[in-house]
């Protein structure tokens, strides 16, 4: 059926291979490896789970976690919990997640508390905003991050496994060796005043890796979260292509519905189109316009790019997406599937969308 989404299992395992060969060149920085992208898909998810260079399998939604739970801790790999919890779900947090992250000491006292009812001990690394401002607690508030490292020690069913913080998600920042470094003296500071050692500094994302190759990951960094990287070969710092990997782990087919030569403008006033956006339309003159039927509902129209170059996306709603294919050497008809590479959005999109089937090769 289509449209459908064709896995290419063996490039995301020569992916896998490749940013981890990166990321234990450090010597001491573990692999975790981020799976939300996908939507946690079952045969990635297999795949990753009995890769030996992985440590951890995250991602940041508990119903993503529960489908590999089983199989990542068969496998000795500790799950993890991106985003911060929710107080509705702190049970399912402690029975699910090996380790969880956390900037909320409200949130830190319910997971104590499920913890010790469910009879585990539950690891929750401290989030630190170095500038980013998503979550975290901000840098400079020292007194905020050593009050609530105190008040974590003090519970029972709670061990601080490190402290972490993510970069180039919503402020756009760029890890540097400045400031992870900043990271890495608010552990030291953590771990004299209490005594105590933090087992992970977590150094960011897939924007973090380029860090490596250039020598400037600082040495206290012990930990790497990759997503992007590993499922499109993306360095997301600055948009290069990591060494051995390759972006085309994932195709996405459509079928074409109808294929009609009409203007490229549209006749009469022109209002909002079916998302209250004022369009733009570029006169062509008359094309040759495929209907493909897939839409917004299942991908994102700016994060997918045509397999045939002569091809170019004209726009869609919410269940159609229209294609100039005048200038293909290709003579396409109706019944045709044409082929896209995905972006992040793309790939996001489509791997959750329940009316986009997935196959694998
Ligand atoms: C999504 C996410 C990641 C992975 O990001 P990529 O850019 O895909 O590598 C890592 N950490 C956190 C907290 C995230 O939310």
Same mark, same amino acid.
Do not use: W
């Given at each position: ?6 896995? %290419? ?7 896998? %291979? ?5 990321? @234990? ?15 946690? !898909? ?24 529960? /489908? ?5 801790? @068969?496998? =000795? ?20 997640? *090996?380790? +969880? ?5 409200? /949130? ?14 539950? #690891? ?7 500038? !980013?401002?998503?979550? =975290? ?38 890890? @540097? ?21 933090? +087992? ?5 994302? +897939? ?17 790497? #979260? ?9 360095? /997301? ?30 006749? &009469? ?14 006169? #062509? &003159? ?9 839409? @917004?509902? !299942?991908? %994102? ?16 709603? +919410?269940?159609?997406?229209?294609? *100039?294919? /005048?200038?293909?050497?290709? !003579?396409?008809?109706? &019944?045709?599937?044409? #082929?896209?590479?995905?972006?992040? =959005? &793309? ?15």
């Amino acid at each position: 059926m289509y449209p459908r989404l064709v896995v %290419d299992l063996k490039k995301l395992k020569e992916n896998l %291979d490749a940013v981890a060969a990166i990321t @234990k060149e450090q010597g001491h920085c573990s692999l975790m490896i981020v799976t939300k992208g996908l939507c946690a !898909d079952k045969e990635m998810a297999k795949m990753v789970a009995n890769h030996p260079a992985v440590d951890f399998m995250a991602d940041s939604r508990v119903a993503n976690i529960k /489908t590999y739970a089983q199989e990542a801790r @068969k496998n =000795g790999k500790m799950t993890t919990l991106l985003r911060i919890p929710m107080h509705a779900e702190v049970e399912d947090v402690v029975k699910y997640v *090996d380790l +969880s992250f956390n900037s909320e000491l409200s /949130t830190i006292g319910l997971l104590n508390e499920a913890a010790g009812r469910a009879g585990v001990v539950h #690891r929750i690394l401290l989030m630190i905003d170095l500038g !980013d401002l998503r979550e =975290g607690i901000f840098y400079k508030n020292e007194e905020l991050i050593l009050h609530t490292v105190e008040e974590i020690l003090a519970m029972d069913h709670i061990q601080l496994y490190g402290i972490g913080v993510n970069l180039t998600c919503y402020g756009a920042i760029i890890p @540097k060796k400045d400031n992870l470094s900043n990271l890495v003296a608010i552990g030291r500071k953590i771990e004299d005043k209490f005594g105590i050692k933090l +087992s992970m500094i977590s150094g960011g994302n +897939s924007s973090s890796i380029y860090l490596i190759g250039k020598g400037e990951l600082p040495e206290g960094i012990n930990n790497l #979260r990759l997503g992007e990287s590993f499922l499109l070969g993306n360095d /997301t710092a600055y948009g290069a292509k990591l060494p051995g990997t390759v972006s085309d782990t994932l195709t996405l087919e459509a079928q074409i519905v109808e294929l009609k030569e009409k203007p490229s403008l549209p006749i &009469g006033e022109v209002g909002v189109d079916a998302f209250g956006q004022k369009p733009y339309y570029e006169d #062509r &003159g008359i094309i040759k316009r495929a209907i493909i039927a897939i839409g @917004k509902q !299942d991908t %994102d129209i700016d994060s997918m790019e045509p397999l045939d170059e002569k091809i170019d996306i004209l726009g869609g709603s +919410s269940d159609h997406i229209i294609l *100039d294919v /005048t200038k293909s050497e290709v !003579d396409y008809q109706v &019944g045709d599937v044409v #082929r896209f590479v995905l972006g992040y =959005g &793309g790939m996001l999109k489509t791997a959750t969308s329940p009316y986009v089937e997935k196959v694998y090769k």
